[in-house]
């Protein structure tokens, strides 16, 4: 793989989520899709949770704002999963809002009320407003399901959602840009597109300062890491389709469930010993058996020991790769 490769994989920022890390553009962006019209960014909190501490729950952009908690991501695919995607996330956000505050006191805490949004710029057909709920994936349908999370997906594909993008220019300028890479990503060599679609928008005026000041922060990476991964995703999607692999849908649902609850459960344990909790306090909070807990944190102690990067990930792997030595 060369070293060009490597950089474009490594890339962790989308545009989208660099272009609305201006609280200015978050607020405007806000506001566009609320109908409000609040007019100070220093009233916006930001909630992002840092990516390279949580990637694989990784979310473009949260918020604040007069207590209302905003989720809001760019997908250039369909995904059915975004409740699920939103519920682990969400509730990464308000574990470190409460820090400090006793969940089991009479006093009820008080949190930012959610809204979940999905701006998707796909080249597939889609309405231009869709509900996505968590209680679609539920094996086991429910008249009132007992945990329900709504997120809503708008296509800001040119042609839709029109009313949106005038009361916000920059996101309308971002579809402008994206559609133009496509256009000439289809024609011939895609960082040749990405090159050419930036010097021409900054010479007409689309996105113009943010392109030109990120530019030089080396965005080229983040728009072909964007678009790689987009033809990377249909391309597995095709090919999966063409082989049948639906025969094994089942066991790797099973597979990928046990997955996520371990991983869940590492970076649990991680954050609780990094607050300097014994392994005794966080088996009895988070109700686990201690001799699980204790052969988990012996494996993030050896990871950071080996100097390595100590993430669930990494975590994780230690742990399937000597399976006689930690009990899961």
Do not use: W
């Not at 405007?28 to 949770?49: K, M």
């Not at 949190?111 to 968590?134: A, C, D, V, W």
């Amino acid at each position: 793989m060369t070293e060009r490769n490597n950089v474009i994989r490594n890339y962790k920022d989308t545009v989208f989520r660099t272009l609305y890390s201006d609280r200015k553009e978050l607020l405007e962006l806000y506001n566009a899709v609320n109908n409000t019209d609040y007019s100070n960014p220093d009233e916006l909190i930001v909630t992002t949770l840092d990516s390279a501490i949580y990637m694989t729950i990784k979310n473009d952009v949260s918020f604040v704002v007069d207590m209302r908690l905003g989720l809001y991501e760019q997908q250039s695919t369909i995904n059915p999963n975004m409740p699920l995607r939103d519920l682990l996330y969400v509730a990464e956000v308000y574990e470190q809002m409460i820090v400090g505050q006793d969940i089991h006191s009479k006093k009820r805490i008080v949190l930012p009320t959610p809204h979940f949004i999905t701006f998707y710029n796909g080249t597939e057909s889609q309405p231009e407003r869709k509900e996505l709920r968590l209680s679609d994936s539920y094996s086991s349908k429910q008249t009132v399901p007992n945990l329900e999370l709504t997120a809503v997906q708008l296509n800001i594909n040119p042609g839709c959602n029109e009313e949106l993008k005038k009361k916000c220019p920059t996101l309308y300028q971002y579809v402008l840009f994206v559609d133009r890479v496509r256009c000439y990503a289809s024609q011939g060599v895609l960082q040749d597109a990405v090159e050419r679609a930036i010097d021409e928008c900054i010479e007409e005026g689309i996105l113009a300062d943010f392109l030109r000041r990120e530019k030089v922060r080396g965005i080229n990476m983040s728009i072909l890491y964007e678009f790689n991964q987009e033809l990377h995703d249909k391309t597995l999607f095709q090919d999966g389709k063409d082989e049948g692999i639906e025969q094994g849908i089942e066991q790797g649902i099973e597979q990928g469930i046990e997955q996520g609850r371990i991983l869940t459960l590492i970076r649990q344990i991680q954050r609780k010993l990094m607050r300097g909790k014994t392994p005794e306090l966080i088996a009895e909070e988070l109700e686990e058996e201690l001799p699980q807990i204790l052969s988990l944190c012996d494996a993030i102690q050896e990871c950071e020991k080996r100097g390595t990067a100590c993430d669930a990930e990494q975590v994780y792997k230690k742990v399937m790769e000597e399976p006689g030595r930690y009990q899961l």
